[in-house]
């Protein structure tokens, strides 16, 4: 199958056979549609916005593991598993299939996973991992066990924070469909910004480039959702979530100084000498924070 184009293309086999032929060919059909439909606002900001756990295996990964092993076995699970493989949820996504690629569905299933799935069957192209792993994976684990622990301003933050993140990501896939930059700055003067190179209408097909895509718009999601502004309180508690082994990738510390840097100067201008030493403290927290990839 030929898939340079970005739109819908499949291939097909048959022959002719007299009407009244009992065993009809099988006629193997593959379609490749690169274009990214929008989403439907009404989704922008919630979970299910990467991944709807339609996935038997999604929760027994989550379920038959430690709390500790949990992000791992996700994280592994979402870069190897292959859509064709799990024929129930495909099939359950199959009979809507016109539905979840409209632009903007808003179906109830919808999911940036699924709207991949039904967007390429049989092409060999396995959806980001992103979706799941760090996407819905971290946005639903922060939003039930760090959201209530949280004051009610730092409950502000994650929730603009969430609007920010996946915003941030629409536009993105909306500017891969229309050339070969992606160009984002922060909603709030001095919050960052940031240039990179991808090839039309390739964004979501390459595993690394999406997931570097991803984590350049953290930085400016987090501050534009009013990090900068949170207590020590709620910095700490913020900081403490999220799992060590994500300090290993190396494109979590380049946000982490450049944005830590941000709420420093900010705290540093608006308390001055009164905070002494404790700017240090929140500015790590944040680093610390802004070292993992929550969403």
């Known amino acids: 199958m030929a898939d340079e184009q970005p739109g819908v293309l499949g291939t097909g086999s048959s022959m002719l056979t007299p ?39 999604y929760w027994e990964t ?11 076995a996700v994280k592994n699970w979402a870069e190897f598993w292959e ?20 632009a903007p569905s808003e179906d109830s299933d919808w999911s940036r996973h699924g709207n991949f799935m039904m967007r390429h069957i049989g092409c060999n192209h396995r959806p980001p991992s992103y979706y799941v792993s760090y996407g819905y994976y971290y946005c639903s684990n922060y939003g039930a066990k760090l959201y209530p622990k949280l004051s009610p301003k730092g409950q502000a933050w994650l929730k603009s924070a969430r609007f920010f993140l996946q915003s941030n990501m629409e536009d993105g896939l909306s500017q891969n469909m229309r050339g070969n930059a992606i160009r984002q700055s922060s909603r709030k003067p001095g919050n960052g910004s940031f240039n990179m190179s991808v090839a039309q209408f390739m964004l979501e097909l ?8 991803a984590f350049k718009t953290h930085p400016l999601a987090y501050l534009d959702g009013g990090l900068a502004d949170l207590g020590p309180v709620d910095m700490a508690r913020i900081a403490m979530q999220p799992n060590i082994q994500e300090w290993a990738d190396s494109r979590t510390w380049g946000q982490a100084v ?21 700017v240090d403290a929140v500015s790590y927290t944040v680093q610390r924070l802004l070292s993992f990839k929550f969403n």
């Open 19 to 57: 009407s009244g032929y009992a065993v009809r060919p099988k006629v193997p059909v593959a379609i490749c549609n690169k274009i990214v439909t929008p989403a439907a606002k009404s989704f922008i900001g919630t979970c299910p916005y990467y991944y709807q756990p339609l996935h038997g295996e």
């Open 62 to 72: 989550v379920t038959k593991v430690s709390t500790a092993s949990a992000w791992e």
């Open 258 to 278: 450049d944005s830590g840097w941000v709420v420093a100067k900010t705290r540093t201008s608006e308390a001055g000498d009164a905070i002494g030493q404790g």
């Open 83 to 102: 859509p064709s493989k799990d024929k129930k949820t495909f099939q359950e996504l199959l009979n809507r299939r016109e539905s979840l690629i409209q």
């Open 206 to 213: 390459n595993e690394e480039t999406f997931k570097t895509f």
